[in-house]
């Protein structure tokens, strides 16, 4: 019996002495951070295997007294070493290697970025964008992509970067479309702080597999999911001040007293009494700068927060987010609370499901900056400086003093800017749900089944109530409510079944897309007056004494049905083939005569060079090639029924003693049954490669991209009588090359990194056909300058929105010059010049300065953009750097036209016309001053309006420390501080050479530079 009990204690001795525990830990780079559930194999014996904790350590148990260890994070990054019994391991994972394992998110699935054979762009830094004071993403993703140009429409907290990727394709609007966690989302902005990765599909090929709605190309963005191991919680606070810089400077009291006194002998004519210091020693006396009343240094106040985790079988993520922002002109603010609750559920082996919940609720108030009438910028540089904010009674005052009111109509109908910006009252929330949910189901071996069903509503409670206006000035007896409501929903469906399999060295998948969508659009807008109190309680569409006009009212249902396939097959990681087509139907076009269907085809490929047996280089570790060709649509020109007979309504009068309240309703345009979406052919070349140990990243594509059947408004028939439909005619091309490149080096325990990018692209209207029978090779545009400037128009081999104006030869200098420019014949050509006048150029010959002597002068879209970026890391310190440029643009500055000149309506001055022409200052370029505009120096579209608005700027500088770790709860905790826009170099004259738009600046709300400082801190 002893015998029997000895034995298993015996064999369990044995067992033991043969044992080796071998223990270590695993990181990442010099930073140390701890790599979670990094799996560590014994080569020798595959079944001896364990896995890291949340901190990075493990405990294997080996037979071996030594061999060799492989281990391998979960983001496929690995490396081996050798070991000896009892060892305890300190091993170190190489970061870039992270590049080729990086999980690029495409349309429909992912790829490693080491098998793309498309241009996709991928967003780097995005664990940076809580440093910075961005509401959106666009706002980051200026100067972080080549090929990809961010163009801001002003600082107003309601405007929204324009992005244009590869050049503009058409005159109408080619959004972006974005793909959030797979479903297309037309919401608003979601919280930057959400975001785990971003990719730009920038080439048709990438992008066909969205067909009509992706001509401007696709962003796809994932959002954070929970990482295995223990529950993160992490915490983000800032506090931003934005800084209004580079004002222009009106004329002070006494200034514009005599500037137009001068204006007016310079005319021939006698001052007005109102700028006689004897008659109106009032109007001599500076008591407000309007600028300085009407701009704020304006603060935004940002918290975030969210939690997640995983464990083998659930995934959370769960998030708030609270934005207040001041804008920097006076009652413009940006208010937003998000939430965000995500989670998959892995119910067995084969099954998964999960959800994506998000609500944003936000409110934003802005202001009209761009007319060049009512424009609030504008209206400050007009308003006399001699008029107070206030009156006596603390009321708003206007340009005199009532006992003034014989001088009032000196200083013009102006606006007093405070009032305008804190008068009406304003609210406009918008609130968005957007859900989607699936359902995943492996049924064979690299066989799934996948559904997936996302659904956004969205409304919008717009009320915006102006009281009467009293002072003198622009007085208006009648006060105003404008109230609009409108709400959309949206649901997708897809349905996917995808085959994944590896057999050898060939890899293939494959993907079978059904997707169905539906979006149904209401809105209805009413405008009521004449209202007996402005109490708050009064502010009511029912109290309106008159409700103007007819309600409008629209309600709009757009379908889309499409069925998708793509095939990708790679060959050994050598070679790789991918194609993919989508057919798409759509409500939005006849369904007759198959002009509501299209088919858009993909085709790419690319050869992983550096994988070939007789490559062998010492510093090039990665060299690929690769191409596509495919096909795109944009759908979204087209009107919700664009081939139907539209149907218009409103108040007429009837009989002769009718009023105007009858309604009518008639046919207001012709209708085109065979009108269709917009075609984007695009072809690229691109080539990759990684050198000296992959610290550097360098990429490189060509590409064309060719929009046909442009959506213009037709010419009109007159023998009808009614306005011409939309049609269908025109290309556009876009070509151009793209450069980025990247550095990581370290020395020591110092890290950096430098990156660039750099774009070129030429855009150009290649021809109209189809647009119109004759001799037409323009498109002629209506924006314009108080109705009197039209700056715009579209040549073929010009680009869009090109500047078509009368070329100038500077200032006459002298009545001789005036005399001596004369035609064949010893005619005048500016007969009504004076010396100090504008020389226009007479291109045509014809002894005659009119339209027909506009030429094309450049446009706003820039011939080439750049970015550099650099940072360090050292010993807890970090630095990060964004320069951002563009070249080649051309900005038509209107605001001359309107703070220039003397011969409107006697609104106060840019300081800078005291630096107008006069005998004594003949080197200045400013025309002389007058209260006639005989030569039409300001009245002619002419390019002295024309500016150059390149620039480079210092977008933003961070300054961050991490705190060394003082606690087993705390995992991070980060103070920074940071600065955007901080100073622009440029030639523009203006506030600010990016005005966004086709180039035209009315005084837009310019940018302002933030200083911003926060913490993170992660439990």
């Not at 005599?258 to 004519?269: E, S, V």
């Not at 009068?653 to 209708?671: F, I, K, P, R």
């Not at 992959?694 to 442009?710: H, W």
Request: aromatic share 12%.
């Amino acid at each position: 019996m002893k015998k029997l009990l000895c034995l298993p204690i015996f064999l369990f001795a044995v067992y033991a002495l043969a044992q080796v525990d071998v223990k270590g830990k695993v990181v990442l780079g010099d930073s140390q951070e701890p790599v979670a559930y990094a799996e560590v194999t014994s080569v020798e014996n595959p079944q001896e295997t364990t896995m890291t904790d949340a901190d990075g350590n493990f405990n294997l148990h080996l037979t071996a007294d030594a061999g060799i260890l492989n281990i391998m994070s979960i983001d496929g990054v690995s490396t081996s070493m050798s070991y000896t019994a009892n060892d305890n391991l300190m091993i170190t994972l190489d970061p870039t290697q992270f590049r080729l394992n990086d999980v690029v998110a495409i349309g429909y699935g992912n790829v490693d970025q080491a098998d793309l054979s498309t241009a996709v762009g991928q967003v780097k830094n995005l664990e940076t964008i809580s440093d910075r004071p961005v509401t959106n993403l666009s706002e980051f993703l200026q100067g972080n992509i080549a090929g990809v140009t961010i163009l801001s429409q002003g600082g107003d907290p309601t405007a929204s970067p324009e992005i244009t990727i590869r050049g503009k394709g058409t005159f109408n609007t080619e959004p972006v479309l974005y793909v959030v966690d797979g479903v297309p989302y037309s919401g608003p902005a979601i919280n930057p702080t959400d975001i785990e990765n971003v990719s730009i599909l920038k080439d048709a090929a990438a992008a066909s597999i969205y067909g009509a709605q992706a001509a401007g190309g696709v962003i796809v963005i994932n959002t954070k999911s929970g990482k295995l191991g223990k529950a993160q919680i992490n915490l983000n606070v800032s506090t931003s001040f934005n800084q209004v810089n580079n004002l222009p400077t009106s004329l002070n009291a006494k200034q514009q007293a005599d500037t137009y006194i001068l204006a007016a002998q310079n005319a021939g004519g006698q001052p007005n009494p109102a700028h006689l210091a004897s008659d109106n020693p009032w109007g001599q006396i500076t008591r407000t700068n309007w600028l300085d009343e009407i701009f704020r240094t304006g603060v935004m106040n940002r918290v975030s927060a969210d939690m997640s985790g995983a464990t083998d079988n659930l995934n959370y993520f769960t998030s708030v987010e609270y934005v207040n922002k001041e804008g920097i002109l006076l009652g413009t603010d940006f208010k937003r609370l998000a939430v965000r609750s995500k989670g998959d559920v892995d119910i067995t082996d084969n099954l998964k499901t999960g959800v994506n919940l998000y609500y944003s609720h936000s409110d934003a108030k802005g202001t009209n900056t761009n007319s060049g009438y009512s424009g609030t910028i504008l209206n400050a540089m007009w308003m006399p400086s001699a008029a107070p904010v206030y009156d006596d009674q603390g009321n708003f005052h206007g340009t005199v003093p009532y006992e003034l009111v014989d001088y009032a109509g000196a200083y013009g109908e102006v606006y007093n800017p405070v009032a305008q910006l804190l008068r009406p009252t304003t609210t406009s929330p918008l609130k968005n749900f957007n859900g989607t949910g699936y359902i995943s189901y492996e049924i064979i071996d690299g066989l799934t089944a996948k559904s997936t069903i996302g659904y956004n509503i969205e409304n919008n409670h717009y009320k915006r109530f102006v009281p009467r206006i009293p002072e003198l000035g622009r007085t208006d007896a009648q006060n105003y409510l404008h109230e609009s409501y409108s709400e959309s929903s949206r649901w997708t469906w897809d349905n996917q079944l995808s085959y994944d399999k590896t057999l050898g060295k060939n890899s293939i998948n494959i993907t079978a897309i059904h997707s169905a969508q539906e979006e149904i659009y209401d809105y209805s807008y009413q405008q009521g007056r004449d209202f007996s109190s402005e109490e708050p309680f009064n502010q009511f569409m029912s109290a309106a004494g008159e409700l103007y006009d007819t309600p409008i009212n629209t309600h709009n249902v757009i379908r889309f049905n499409s069925v998708i396939g793509r095939l990708m097959y790679d060959y050994d990681k050598r070679y790789y083939f991918t194609a993919s087509i989508r057919r798409d139907e759509t409500s939005k076009a006849n369904p007759e005569d198959d002009f509501q269907t299209g088919v858009f085809p993909a085709f790419s490929g690319a050869w992983r060079i550096s994988k070939e047996d007789f490559f062998n280089s010492g510093f090039i570790n990665e060299l690929k090639v690769r191409g596509s060709w495919g096909k795109l649509g944009n759908v979204y020109p087209l009107s919700a029924y664009p081939y139907d007979v539209p149907l218009s309504r409103g108040n007429v009068v009837l009989g002769s003693e009718g009023t105007y309240d009858y309604q009518g309703v008639y046919a207001a345009l012709q209708s085109n049954p065979e009108i269709t979406w917009e075609k984007t052919t695009s072809y690229d070349v691109g080539l990759d490669a990684e050198l000296f140990q992959r610290s550097l990243t360098f990429t490189f594509d060509y590409y064309q991209k060719i929009t046909e059947d442009l959506i213009l408004d037709g010419l009109p028939d007159h023998h009808i009588g009614l306005d011409a439909s939309k049609v269908n005619g025109g290309e556009v091309k876009n070509s151009g090359y793209e450069f980025s490149a990247n550095y990581l080096g370290k020395t020591g325990i110092f890290n950096y990194n430098i990156g660039a990018n750099l774009n070129f692209n030429t855009n150009e209207l290649v021809n109209l056909d189809g647009y119109a029978i004759g001799d037409i090779d323009y498109i002629a545009h209506g924006n314009n300058v108080r109705g009197v400037l039209y700056p715009f128009q579209t040549g073929i081999g010009r680009a869009l929105n090109s500047y078509f104006l009368i070329p100038h030869m500077g200032l006459f200098q002298s009545q001789e010059e005036v005399n001596n420019y004369v035609d064949g014949n010893g005619n005048l050509i500016q007969p009504d010049a004076q010396a100090g006048d504008i020389k226009f150029k007479d291109v045509n010959g014809d002894g005659t300065i009119d339209n027909k002597d506009k030429v094309y002068k450049g446009s706003y879209n820039p011939d080439f953009t750049y970015a550099v970026n650099l940072g360090f890391e050292y010993k807890g310190f970090d630095f990060k750097a964004l320069v951002q440029g563009v070249s080649g643009v051309e900005v038509f500055n209107a605001f001359k036209f309107e703070t220039y000149n003397a011969s409107l309506n006697g609104f106060n001055l840019d300081s800078r016309v005291l630096d107008a022409w006069s005998p004594s200052n003949k080197g200045s370029n400013i025309p002389r001053i007058s209260t006639k505009d005989d030569n039409q120096n300001f009245g002619k579209a002419s390019d002295w309006y024309l500016e150059d608005g390149s620039y480079v700027r210092l977008k933003n500088v961070t300054i961050g420390y991490t705190l060394p770790k003082f606690s087993e709860w705390l995992n991070q905790a980060r103070i920074y501080v940071s600065a955007e826009n901080l100073f622009t170099i440029t030639d523009y004259s203006g506030m600010d050479p990016e005005v966004g738009g086709i180039g035209l600046d009315n005084g837009q709300y310019p940018l302002s530079k933030v200083y911003s400082f926060g913490f993170n801190v992660n439990f």
